[in-house]
């Protein structure tokens, strides 16, 4: 009778297989981001001579622990991080204590409200004396989704000279952007770019692609404003008084390159398995073209593709996301 009622008799998976499905089940972008932060809180931890795990604090105790470390906390350079590398981090350390059975979110819970303040406090100070990252992130995407540009060849090789800043009859401001040589167009006798010159409108309201444009102008040195590689490094540890928030050296290409890896970086995005690259900006410009139903013919003079067959290769991209 026993035989009939076994594990093995109705199938039960064993201990260790569920504990292999549970870990299956986990996303491996976010059990590296786990790991990465939970690293960092232990080394930060072994430099203070503090033994106990972060699961083994009591509330009151670890929220102490905790107001420290936010304002101590650096990369391993010595210098800040980002503000929203600081957003992933408590998300980490908090899934990381939800995994180990700890009763309190360090989140949510108000037993962590004054280490929260904490925290809150130096990524606004960040953002304040940094704001070059999301300045840049912002031109990278609009300029992408505006003229179609390749994610990160085209991008690399622009120079500011390749823009113009008009208006038109009306007196609406718009950007105009021409084409100069890439890694695929060199130019000379062969040179074929693009059949017109592309425009971003003004719009108005916060998000104004243009107002953000002439924004980034007026954070560049001033001998870089219209004469100079686009994208250029970002000056850290500024002061709240510097309105210049770029460096006089050009960004490197590697930084161009990863510019959606870092965008998603700490979104529901990155937890999906879906793969985000700079190419997914372009893929979202085709398809937005696509569903306003605008002739092949005509994207492919917005995007500079060879060829309207070249839009074959473009699924579907999802805007909303």
């Known amino acids: 009778m026993a ?5 093995q008799r109705f199938g039960f998976a064993s201990e260790t297989t569920i504990e292999e499905l549970k870990n299956f089940s986990k996303n491996p972008n976010t059990v590296k981001s786990t790991s990465f932060w939970l690293n960092v809180w232990e080394t930060w931890c072994k430099q203070k001579n ?13 929220n102490k622990l905790l107001e420290t470390f936010y304002a101590e906390v650096k990369n391993k350079n010595g210098d800040d991080y980002e503000p929203d590398s600081l957003r992933v981090m408590i998300a980490a350390l908090d899934r990381h204590l939800n995994e180990k059975g700890y009763k309190f979110s360090i989140i949510r819970d108000r037993e962590f409200h004054s280490s929260k303040q904490v925290l809150e406090g130096k990524a606004r100070q960040l953002r304040q004396s940094g704001m070059g990252k999301p300045l840049i992130s912002s031109m990278w995407w609009l300029l992408t989704q505006f003229f179609g540009l390749r994610g990160r060849q085209e991008h690399h090789a622009m120079k500011m000279e390749d823009f113009q800043l008009c208006k038109n009859d009306e007196g609406m401001e718009f950007v105009q952007f021409t084409e100069g040589p890439t890694k ?5 006798l062969q040179s074929k770019n693009r059949d017109f010159q592309p425009r971003m409108f003004s719009v108005g309201g916060e998000r104004c692609p243009v107002a953000i444009f002439k924004q980034f102008v007026e954070r560049r040195p001033l001998n870089m404003r219209w004469s100079s590689p686009f994208y250029l490094s970002i000056k ?4 709240l008084n510097d309105n210049i928030w770029f460096k006089t050296q050009p960004m490197g290409v590697n930084t161009i390159s990863n510019m959606m890896k870092t965008t998603v970086a700490g979104t529901s995005l990155e937890e999906s398995h879906k793969k985000f690259t700079n190419h997914s900006a372009r893929k979202t410009t085709v398809s937005k073209l696509k569903k306003a139903n605008v002739e092949r013919s005509d994207i492919v003079k917005v995007t500079g593709h060879r060829s309207v067959q070249s839009l074959d290769d473009y699924d579907e991209a999802d805007e909303e996301e």
């Open 3 to 7: 035989g009939l009622f076994s594990k």
């Open 50 to 62: 503090i033994v106990n795990k972060i699961e083994e604090n009591e509330p009151e105790k670890l």
């Open 184 to 188: 695929t167009r060199q130019g000379g």
């Open 236 to 239: 850290r540890n500024r002061t």
